[in-house]
């Protein structure tokens, strides 16, 4: 990756510092900020010279301090229905993905907050790979961005844009990197940016108790919960961090979630897994469980993944059970399952990153140079 700091992900006092730093005359700072803020975040631009109203010893001096580097892409990948994924990179070890789901009415991109997740959630594909650590506001920002490039979205404030809402679902728990995804979510939401709504930005959480209230009043985005069950010795199972923020609490914390309401609703996912949380006597409680809380109810079929413990429901079940969950009031859509034949549906994102000690790096980077050295000798 380039040495140079990416102005990517920076909000406009840190912008305004960089540019500073860099030697621009204190008289043109604020100019300056603007006219970039909108070439990047507007037009998305993606190299200095591309920004033909800045005066060409200007951009030279961007060029030479700074870069608008996207994260690498891996691989990239369509499915049979139109979902795209892409496996990006930041560095050795820092692999992440992104899934940009279209439908007829809106086009959905899943981004991803960590490398790995700390949640083991035993559903989830992404809970088999640790930890490695927290995206940036740069690298969660980068994937809009790789997908709006993809998909020729630009400028950001055009009608009929391609990527019309953006839910923090990929990779991670959003809340456990809340600094980095509100700094993000900040330039995803300004009018003078990506200028998406905030209706149209969702967070979804396993259940991060006593950050869900710091979400609704310094981000303001809607709320999904990874619910999954509705007895805290089986939530204690498959959504480990029940352990310590139990079904109580949790809903407490989205009766008071700021801005709740009959037209800003909470998003309940529960994944429908065969003979495990898909009885009718399931579907009654759960019905009890979100009584008074404005809610709907996303029924998640199980995306399958190698290894996985559990079977999705019957088909046959899941209408039973969200027969029960209509009938008591609550929208309760199943969600089709999109993009399973290259591993994009719900629950089944990982990379293959993993924590590198920096002796097997260099040495590992020593042996790549040394090989590409040899191919280049002649025979």
Known sequence: MDSKPTLIGMDKPALKAALAGAGVPSRQLSMRVGQLWNWIHVHGARDFAAMTNLARDFRGLLEN??????????????????????????????????????????????????????????????GTQKLVRNLTPAEILGQVMIAKDALEDWPSTAPDRKVTNVVMMGMGEP???????????????????????????????????????????????????????????????????????PIAELLDACRNYPGASNARRITFEYVMLKDVNDSITDAKELVRLVKGIPAKINLIPFNAWPGAPYQCSDWSQIE?????????????????????????????????????????????????VQSAQLARMPN
């Open 175 to 245: 809340l456990y990197n809340f600094d980095n995804v509100k700094a993000a979510l900040a330039i995803v939401t300004d009018g003078d940016a990506l200028a998406l709504s905030k209706r149209r930005v969702t967070l979804s959480t396993a259940g991060v108790v006593p950050m869900i209230p710091r979400a609704g009043a310094e981000i303001g985005s809607g709320l999904a919960i990874s619910l999954h069950a509705v007895r805290d010795e089986l939530r204690d199972v498959i959504v480990p961090i029940n352990k310590k923020y």
């Open 65 to 126: 301090s700074f870069t608008l580097a996207r994260p690498e892409i891996v691989t990239a990948q369509v499915s049979q229905d139109g979902t795209r994924k892409w496996l990006l990179r930041t560095g050795p070890g820092i692999e992440f993905e992104t899934v940009y789901i279209p439908e007829e009415d809106r086009g959905t991109l899943c981004v991803s907050s960590q490398v790995g997740c700390t949640l083991t959630c035993k559903f989830c594909h992404t």
């Open 320 to 368: 039973k059970f969200a027969e029960v969950v209509n009938r008591a009031g609550y929208a309760s859509p199943v969600r089709t399952p999109r993009g399973r034949d290259i591993m994009a549906a719900c629950g089944q994102l990982k990379s293959e990153s993993v924590k590198e000690r920096a002796s097997a790096r260099q040495a590992r980077e020593m042996a790549e």
